[in-house]
């Protein structure tokens, strides 16, 4: 292990190594790619497993011996992963405490062997990104035996809430999906049907099964009502990183050559999207028109190049902070409300029109963190306290429409309480007031 892990890991990708890359690109089984575009594979996540696993390194950072919070990944291949941990890692310092990541290899058993492991060394407190519900209850249950709080995000087991295991499991917390990438659809359906009179759209998709993909898929074909012109006709799973999305996009253009749409679930697949319309010869934002999702470092750059028409940035730094001051306000006596046990953060989308400010805040912002941490804490700042993005109460019908309740399931009474009598509407109110650091505009530490 070392603690320079993510600097290292952009190490391991030096665009000088032309053998390395070579080599690589034959072990990657990229066809056709050419070393510029599998250069603009190489982020900080593929290197820190990919490279980090040839290489004969652990897949695992630590930024603190404490080991206080640890924040268990699904991949390191993922470029969201790499940004979050470290806007965890900041927001762990600001608050005070340890912090470990740990990079699960896209394996459930793995990360709950990761989370025994953890909690036997003290931890007490776990953000889980899994990449799907298999283990999230048998995490959330072993953390709270031994007394460790236990926050989920993005995958989950449709209609598990933190309810049925205990208090423990304090928070399930997603981007609002639906609409945010049916928001980007709308935009890739009204440019392709402005620019070429419509079309034929493709859809790479993420993990299948990944409540999050199924949502966004849902979200994705909802908008295709309203422009009658254009037709999704074919989807692959890109599991949410660049190189599988890649070969997905090279099989889909074998099936379908005139294509004038790609919908991608996420800004890595966006990426690999764009490697092989470029190996095909075709020109990104241009030829096909490309939209993804989280806001990613290389996807807002490639909103600024062009080459990605929108993306509905989640804020990889929002998710790190939102967590963090959750984690660190329970651990010190604070108690949420039901509604504040499962919740949804807003996204804003992204397009040329604004991509300078949000790149300016987020990616090419130095030192300068793009959220005040310790504002989001409400034992920090019980009185001016500040979600810094719209944050409202989750509505399990709305994100788990489609899936099948297991038999015998009902909603839990806090939850259906909450519902009936006022929380609801009160805890939104609360959160909106008390919203005055906006997600969209600079960072509250910018100098003016």
């Known amino acids: 292990m070392t603690k320079n892990f993510l600097h290292q890991a952009r190490g391991w990708f030096d665009p000088d190594r032309r053998h390395t890359i070579d080599r690589h690109l034959n072990q990657l089984g990229t066809s056709g790619v050419s070393r510029r575009d599998f250069l603009a594979l190489g982020s900080a996540g593929v290197a820190a497993t990919t490279f980090a696993g040839m290489a004969g390194l652990p897949g695992v950072a630590m930024a603190s011996a404490d080991g206080k919070l640890a924040y268990l990944a699904w991949t390191s291949r993922v470029e969201f992963m790499i940004q979050a941990s470290r806007a965890t890692e900041a927001a762990t ?8 990541y740990l990079d699960g290899q896209i394996d459930s058993q793995k990360q709950l062997d990761q ?66 990438h049916g928001a980007v659809t709308r935009i890739l359906l009204d440019e392709v049907t402005r620019r070429f009179g419509g079309g034929k759209i493709v859809g790479v998709t993420g993990v299948p099964g990944f409540s999050t993909d199924t949502v966004r898929s849902r979200g994705r074909d909802a908008a295709f009502a309203d422009f009658p012109k254009t037709t999704l006709v074919d989807q692959l799973p890109g599991l949410f990183n660049r190189e599988d999305s890649l070969n997905a996009t090279q099989d889909l253009l074998t099936r379908h050559s005139d294509i004038v749409g790609v919908v991608a679930q996420n800004d890595d697949v966006a990426m690999g999207v764009i490697a092989a319309l470029r190996a095909a010869g075709l020109r990104p934002g241009e030829d096909v028109l490309v939209v993804g999702a989280d806001g990613t470092a290389e996807g807002l750059r490639a909103v600024k190049s062009g080459q990605l028409l929108a993306t509905s940035a989640n804020a990889p730094a929002y998710q790190a902070g939102f967590f963090s001051a959750r984690l660190y306000d329970v651990l010190n006596g604070w108690k949420p409300r039901a509604t504040e046990r499962l919740q949804n953060w807003h996204s804003l989308i992204v397009t040329s029109e604004n991509v300078d400010g949000y790149l300016k805040r987020h990616v090419d912002n130095g030192d300068v963190p793009p959220f005040d941490y310790r504002r989001l804490s409400k034992v920090l700042h019980p009185d001016d306290w500040d979600p810094q993005a ?14 099948e309740k297991p038999k015998g399931w009902d909603y839990p009474k806090p939850y259906a309480e909450a519902k009936t009598n006022g929380e609801w509407e009160a805890v939104t109110q609360e959160y909106a007031e008390h919203y005055k650091i906006l997600f969209e505009g600079p960072s509250p530490f910018a100098k003016t």
């Open 115 to 180: 989370a025994e492991q953890q909690l036997g060394a003290g931890t007490n407190a776990i953000i889980l990104h899994a990449p799907d519900g298999s283990a999230v209850r048998r995490i959330a249950e072993i953390s709270g035996r031994n007394n460790a709080y236990f926050a989920n995000v993005w995958a989950t087991l449709p209609w598990l809430t933190p309810f049925e295991v205990g208090d423990y499991y304090t928070l399930y917390a997603v981007p609002e999906e639906f609409s945010a």
């Open 93 to 100: 310092k600001e608050l005070g405490l340890g912090y470990t």
């Open 390 to 403: 719209r944050v409202t109460p989750l509505d399990i019908d709305l994100e788990w429409h489609g899936f």
